[in-house]
């Protein structure tokens, strides 16, 4: 059968288009791929491919300090995110349902820990923090990654907020609810998956975070990724790609998992529904 | 007037009272200075182009909005420092405001959830509600899986199963095709009639009011223009926007020329009429109404009536079929009859004329 | 009826109170928190790094609070104006790049059926998850003198000896745009995604070829994802230092190493917060440009 010259023309550009999208996705896996690869290289400091080994993946739970500034971020993270995400649901409905003389000014404060370089805000909260005399640590990192966090938590549950429509939690007055109850029963399930996202939003955030943490942090303890940019120079070693990649592997993990529980809970459903 | 008051009363004493109430967003009145009285057990409904202020009146009796000034009694209890959730009425909503999270059951049950009443005795009594909405088996299902005229039975449901004094139904057919909103209207009809609960129901669409309701206010920018039974409301509309309002009408503005006995002839710019009533002084201006079915026509001058016209085109409805006929200021009088009137045509010159008490004379508005 | 005269006074009292209850209240718990916390961590702090760029250095890198333009007398020497250039063309090159390899991929993303589509954003963002020092850091091991780039391009015999690419501008650039382009392709993907097919078929069927379409309908259209793009790569990649830190092992200066340095080992607090109020000049410069197109509500941001 011949093949009209449209259908040609298209075709190419079918081709065109996955052989073009397969180098950009290499391009964005390149880096992965390396750093887990590396994580099995036989030597001290990652410089070259020495051979391979899957000791640093034992060697890491040594190296004390690697250990320490994991911790170190990941109590910073589950902090920052119940803050944020605690802060951010209950203002992400206060500033969508209440009218009031300022709202309008902290809805644009909101954008600025969005859009203007992460550096900025971090040198700005410095400032404040070494004039009022608090000692830099834990704390201090905190405050600056819910500065950034609670934002984005805040745009990202907005977006599941109905608009002006508040009938749901109308009826739900009407059937005898008072305010407590209602948001409990009501108002807190139908955010849920927005609320699910602020809270992962905000943990990536946190815990990838570099500019923040490098700025505010005290002199004793700094966080992983802070660890990291400092080993830089001398070279990163294979005990911290091991690391990553075991925290890169668990996420995605949690990911998979998290959608076959969906998809699981959504064909019972389709079957009770069926019957 | 008394007629239709004595009869109301018989049905029992106001179990909700509006006095003097007023609703006003901003600068914008949009309920004003409105008296009512909903008798116990009545199904009424509130009639009225959107914004006219029906909804708001609705949400003012439920308790999501506050009267600006004015009293609201439930019971003969005044009602405005409480809680939409103290109050002893129940609403459904225009767009069902099914809780998408829950199940039918738990939907329908959520109302004895929140005041603890034992699992068993809300088991049994979610289960009754529902054969009686005809939903039996859905219980699992959640709100996404349901059609409209399903999820209109479960928020009815949700509502009723709390024993409300007043159920207060926003509009709650508008999502629903023609054949189905129908089918609704009777079953709802059918249940208020079961239960015995008063009904306050919203609409704007006239030919549910008059199936549906005891009585209907018929509601204009804030006000109501008209509170009677429906028969009353069609035959005997008391202001220029009720006839229009409800059903098709020839309004024609005029002045009266002679008054008769309770027989007012008036002169208007189309030409002379005659209607019956009484309450009417000579030089008053006032309307009159006229159905379309109540028009007759002749190719002769009638006595008392001076309506000459032209006949311009046939309007075929389905069961009627209607003449349009011009009169000579312009405006287009109908009348209906049941096939075409094939004794004219087009372009041929009529009389019109009516049974004076066929026609209804309406007072000049303030 | 008769009851009505007294009601009316009774009524504005209970309707305070209710008020209080109902709304004053309520907000009051519900958004003053996030109020409360953007006040004071972002408003005040912003206010008073404005504030200290107009103060000036002591002699052991103190803030003299004494009002002086000196910070911004500063920038203006060749040393910073240089590296402000600097920042500001390599954030510019990295923007076109990001934008011109981005938009296609969006494209491609957007025509593909919704499920599909969900997955290839989902494959995007995986990488996203991995440290973004530990990415960086992979390029240095793929680009060094004996990596297996300059193995590659040795074995087949396009250069002599090893290239350097290693603490250079380029292998910098390639880190911002590998960091940069999900920002570049989301809100872009979306804004095509939202196009409606029957505005592309309507100018095919008016006689518009696809180049004519292309440029007449959906550039115009994508607009607003566009210029979304421009924001959220521009605007961070003209303050990051970690990617010139990692790549450009502290030889590659911009803006954000400046700015570090002058809280670090430089201490000039003025100086610092003299580049950082240009940083925030230029963000608003943009976001007022923006505003222009879209509202700023719509602005994507992942």
């Given at each position: 059968m011949a093949v009209s010259k449209v259908q040609k023309k298209k075709k190419a550009f079918s081709i065109l288009g996955n052989v073009y999208a397969v180098i950009i996705y290499a391009i964005l896996y390149i880096p992965v791929a390396v750093m887990m690869m590396f994580s099995f290289n036989d030597q001290r400091y990652n410089y070259y491919w020495n051979g391979f080994t899957t000791k640093w993946y034992g060697k890491l739970f040594e190296n004390s300090a690697l250990i320490g500034s994991l911790w170190y971020s990941l109590i910073i993270a589950v902090l920052a995110t119940l803050i944020s995400v605690l802060i951010g649901t209950i203002g992400a409905l206060g500033l969508k349902r209440f009218e009031f003389k300022g709202r309008k000014f902290i809805n644009n404060m909101l954008y600025i820990p969005i859009i203007v370089p992460e550096i900025v805000l971090a040198v700005a909260l410095l400032i404040i923090f070494l004039n009022i005399g608090t000692a830099l640590g834990m704390g201090t990192i905190l405050i600056g990654h819910c500065t950034f966090c609670i934002p984005y938590a805040i745009v990202t549950i907005k977006g599941r907020i109905s608009g002006d429509d508040n009938s749901l939690e109308e009826a739900s007055m009407d059937l005898g609810a008072n305010r407590i109850q209602t948001f409990i029963r009501v108002t807190l399930p139908s955010i849920m998956p927005g609320v699910m996202s602020a809270a992962f939003l905000s943990f990536t955030l946190s815990i990838d975070d570099v500019v923040m943490s490098n700025m505010l942090a005290g002199a004793k303890q700094s966080t992983l990724p802070v660890l990291i940019l400092s080993m830089n120079k001398a070279g990163v070693t294979p005990d911290v790609n091991a690391l990553t990649t075991i925290m890169i592997l668990v996420i995605v993990a949690a990911m998979i998992l998290n959608n076959i529980i969906k998809s699981a809970l959504k064909k019972r459903q389709n079957k009770e529904v069926a019957i | 007037m008394f007629r239709e008051k004595n009869e109301v009363n018989s049905m029992g004493d106001a179990i909700v009272s509006l006095i003097e109430v007023e609703k006003r967003f901003g600068s914008n009145q949009v309920v004003k200075k409105m008296n009512l009285e909903i008798m116990e057990g009545e199904f009424l409904t509130l009639l009225g182009p959107s914004g006219c202020g029906k909804t708001t009146t609705l949400r003012m009796i439920a308790g999501f909005e506050d009267a600006s000034a004015g009293v609201i009694k439930v019971q003969g209890e005044r009602i405005e420092d409480k809680e939409p959730y103290q109050r002893d009425v129940n609403t459904v909503f225009q767009n069902y405001a099914l809780f998408p999270h829950m199940s039918v059951f738990d939907n329908v049950a959520y109302g004895l959830t929140i005041k603890k009443v034992p699992k068993e005795e809300i088991k049994k009594r979610v289960l009754e509600m529902l054969e009686l909405v005809q939903l039996k088996g859905y219980e699992k299902r959640k709100p996404d899986a349901l059609s409209g005229g399903q999820k209109q039975r479960v928020a009815i449901a949700r509502a009723l199963i709390n024993?409300?004094?007043?159920?207060?139904?926003?509009?709650?057919?508008?999502?629903?095709?023609?054949?189905?909103?129908?089918?609704?209207?009777?079953?709802?009809?059918?249940?208020?009639?079961?239960?015995?609960?008063?009904?306050?129901?919203?609409?704007?669409?006239?030919?549910?009011?008059?199936?549906?309701?005891?009585?209907?206010?018929?509601?204009?920018?804030?006000?109501?223009?008209?509170?009677?039974?429906?028969?009353?409301?069609?035959?005997?509309?008391?202001?220029?926007?009720?006839?229009?309002?409800?059903?098709?009408?020839?309004?024609?503005?005029?002045?009266v020329k002679a008054v008769d006995g309770d027989l007012i002839t008036v002169e208007?710019?189309?030409?002379?009429?005659?209607?019956?009533?009484?309450?009417?002084?000579?030089?008053?201006?006032?309307?009159?109404?006229?159905?379309?079915?109540?028009?007759?026509?002749?190719?002769?001058?009638?006595?008392g009536f001076d309506l000459k016209g032209t006949v311009k085109d046939f309007i075929y409805m389905g069961t009627v079929v209607k003449t349009a006929v011009d009169m000579k200021d312009g405006m287009e009088v109908r009348y209906s009859r049941f096939e075409q009137d094939y004794s004219v045509k087009e372009q041929e010159t009529v009389y019109l004329y009516w049974r004076p008490e066929k026609a209804v004379p309406i007072k000049q508005s303030r | 009826m008769s009851k009505k005269l007294d009601d009316?006074?009774?009524?504005?009292?209970?309707?305070?109170?209710?008020?209080?209850?109902?709304?004053?209240?309520?907000?009051?718990?519900?958004?003053?928190?996030?109020?409360?916390?953007?006040?004071?961590?972002?408003?005040?702090?912003?206010?008073?790094?404005?504030?200290?760029?107009?103060?000036?250095?002591?002699?052991?890198?103190?803030?003299?609070?004494?009002?002086?333009?000196?910070?911004?007398?500063?920038?203006?020497?060749?040393?910073?104006?240089?590296?402000?250039?600097?920042?500001?063309?390599?954030?510019?090159?990295?923007?076109?790049?990001?934008?011109?390899v981005g938009y296609p991929f969006a494209y491609y993303i957007a025509r593909k059926p919704k499920e599909t589509a969900a997955k290839l954003i989902m494959l995007i963002m995986i990488p996203f998850w991995t440290n973004s020092l530990m990415r960086l850091n992979s390029w240095l091991l793929v680009f060094q003198t004996n990596g297996p780039v300059n193995s590659f391009l040795q074995w087949t015999g396009m250069t002599d000896g090893p290239i350097t690419f290693v603490y250079t501008d380029g292998l910098v650039v390639l880190g911002m745009i590998t960091n940069m382009l999900p920002f570049a392709v989301l809100p872009m993907y979306s804004s095509i995604e939202k196009l409606n097919k029957s505005f592309l078929e309507a100018s095919a069927?008016?006689?518009?070829?696809?180049?004519?379409?292309?440029?007449?309908?959906?550039?115009?259209?994508?607009?607003?994802?566009?210029?979304?793009?421009?924001?959220?790569?521009?605007?961070?990649?003209?303050?990051?230092?970690?990617?010139?830190?990692?790549?450009?092992?502290?030889?590659?200066?911009?803006?954000?190493?400046?700015?570090?340095?002058?809280?670090?080992?430089?201490?000039?607090?003025?100086?610092?917060?003299?580049?950082?109020?240009?940083?925030?000049?230029?963000?608003?410069?943009?976001?007022?440009?923006y505003t222009r197109f879209a509202s700023i509500e719509d602005m994507e941001v992942v």
């Amino acid at each position: 059968m011949a093949v009209s010259k449209v259908q040609k023309k298209k075709k190419a550009f079918s081709i065109l288009g996955n052989v073009y999208a397969v180098i950009i996705y290499a391009i964005l896996y390149i880096p992965v791929a390396v750093m887990m690869m590396f994580s099995f290289n036989d030597q001290r400091y990652n410089y070259y491919w020495n051979g391979f080994t899957t000791k640093w993946y034992g060697k890491l739970f040594e190296n004390s300090a690697l250990i320490g500034s994991l911790w170190y971020s990941l109590i910073i993270a589950v902090l920052a995110t119940l803050i944020s995400v605690l802060i951010g649901t209950i203002g992400a409905l206060g500033l969508k349902r209440f009218e009031f003389k300022g709202r309008k000014f902290i809805n644009n404060m909101l954008y600025i820990p969005i859009i203007v370089p992460e550096i900025v805000l971090a040198v700005a909260l410095l400032i404040i923090f070494l004039n009022i005399g608090t000692a830099l640590g834990m704390g201090t990192i905190l405050i600056g990654h819910c500065t950034f966090c609670i934002p984005y938590a805040i745009v990202t549950i907005k977006g599941r907020i109905s608009g002006d429509d508040n009938s749901l939690e109308e009826a739900s007055m009407d059937l005898g609810a008072n305010r407590i109850q209602t948001f409990i029963r009501v108002t807190l399930p139908s955010i849920m998956p927005g609320v699910m996202s602020a809270a992962f939003l905000s943990f990536t955030l946190s815990i990838d975070d570099v500019v923040m943490s490098n700025m505010l942090a005290g002199a004793k303890q700094s966080t992983l990724p802070v660890l990291i940019l400092s080993m830089n120079k001398a070279g990163v070693t294979p005990d911290v790609n091991a690391l990553t990649t075991i925290m890169i592997l668990v996420i995605v993990a949690a990911m998979i998992l998290n959608n076959i529980i969906k998809s699981a809970l959504k064909k019972r459903q389709n079957k009770e529904v069926a019957i | 007037m008394f007629r239709e008051k004595n009869e109301v009363n018989s049905m029992g004493d106001a179990i909700v009272s509006l006095i003097e109430v007023e609703k006003r967003f901003g600068s914008n009145q949009v309920v004003k200075k409105m008296n009512l009285e909903i008798m116990e057990g009545e199904f009424l409904t509130l009639l009225g182009p959107s914004g006219c202020g029906k909804t708001t009146t609705l949400r003012m009796i439920a308790g999501f909005e506050d009267a600006s000034a004015g009293v609201i009694k439930v019971q003969g209890e005044r009602i405005e420092d409480k809680e939409p959730y103290q109050r002893d009425v129940n609403t459904v909503f225009q767009n069902y405001a099914l809780f998408p999270h829950m199940s039918v059951f738990d939907n329908v049950a959520y109302g004895l959830t929140i005041k603890k009443v034992p699992k068993e005795e809300i088991k049994k009594r979610v289960l009754e509600m529902l054969e009686l909405v005809q939903l039996k088996g859905y219980e699992k299902r959640k709100p996404d899986a349901l059609s409209g005229g399903q999820k209109q039975r479960v928020a009815i449901a949700r509502a009723l199963i709390n024993n409300p004094k007043v159920l207060l139904l926003d509009e709650p057919l508008g999502a629903l095709d023609l054949k189905l909103r129908k089918q609704m209207q009777l079953e709802l009809k059918r249940l208020q009639r079961k239960l015995g609960i008063t009904f306050v129901y919203v609409t704007h669409d006239q030919e549910e009011a008059l199936t549906m309701s005891d009585r209907i206010a018929v509601m204009n920018a804030g006000v109501i223009e008209q509170l009677a039974v429906p028969n009353e409301i069609y035959d005997r509309p008391k202001t220029k926007f009720v006839a229009g309002f409800i059903g098709e009408s020839n309004i024609f503005d005029g002045t009266v020329k002679a008054v008769d006995g309770d027989l007012i002839t008036v002169e208007t710019s189309a030409g002379t009429v005659q209607v019956k009533g009484s309450g009417f002084q000579e030089r008053e201006t006032m309307h009159v109404s006229v159905r379309p079915e109540y028009v007759e026509v002749s190719k002769e001058p009638i006595p008392g009536f001076d309506l000459k016209g032209t006949v311009k085109d046939f309007i075929y409805m389905g069961t009627v079929v209607k003449t349009a006929v011009d009169m000579k200021d312009g405006m287009e009088v109908r009348y209906s009859r049941f096939e075409q009137d094939y004794s004219v045509k087009e372009q041929e010159t009529v009389y019109l004329y009516w049974r004076p008490e066929k026609a209804v004379p309406i007072k000049q508005s303030r | 009826m008769s009851k009505k005269l007294d009601d009316n006074s009774d009524l504005k009292q209970i309707g305070k109170k209710r008020d209080v209850k109902r709304k004053t209240l309520p907000a009051l718990a519900m958004a003053g928190p996030v109020s409360l916390w953007m006040i004071l961590f972002v408003t005040i702090p912003m206010l008073f790094i404005i504030y200290i760029s107009f103060m000036s250095r002591g002699v052991f890198g103190d803030v003299v609070y004494k009002f002086s333009g000196e910070s911004y007398q500063t920038l203006m020497d060749a040393t910073y104006f240089k590296v402000i250039l600097k920042s500001l063309r390599v954030a510019v090159f990295t923007t076109v790049l990001c934008l011109l390899v981005g938009y296609p991929f969006a494209y491609y993303i957007a025509r593909k059926p919704k499920e599909t589509a969900a997955k290839l954003i989902m494959l995007i963002m995986i990488p996203f998850w991995t440290n973004s020092l530990m990415r960086l850091n992979s390029w240095l091991l793929v680009f060094q003198t004996n990596g297996p780039v300059n193995s590659f391009l040795q074995w087949t015999g396009m250069t002599d000896g090893p290239i350097t690419f290693v603490y250079t501008d380029g292998l910098v650039v390639l880190g911002m745009i590998t960091n940069m382009l999900p920002f570049a392709v989301l809100p872009m993907y979306s804004s095509i995604e939202k196009l409606n097919k029957s505005f592309l078929e309507a100018s095919a069927d008016l006689g518009a070829n696809g180049a004519t379409t292309f440029r007449k309908i959906t550039l115009p259209l994508t607009f607003p994802g566009i210029f979304s793009s421009i924001i959220l790569v521009f605007i961070p990649t003209l303050g990051i230092y970690t990617v010139s830190d990692m790549l450009g092992g502290g030889k590659v200066l911009y803006i954000g190493n400046i700015i570090k340095n002058q809280f670090g080992s430089i201490r000039n607090w003025p100086l610092g917060a003299a580049l950082s109020v240009l940083l925030i000049v230029i963000t608003m410069l943009l976001i007022f440009l923006y505003t222009r197109f879209a509202s700023i509500e719509d602005m994507e941001v992942v």
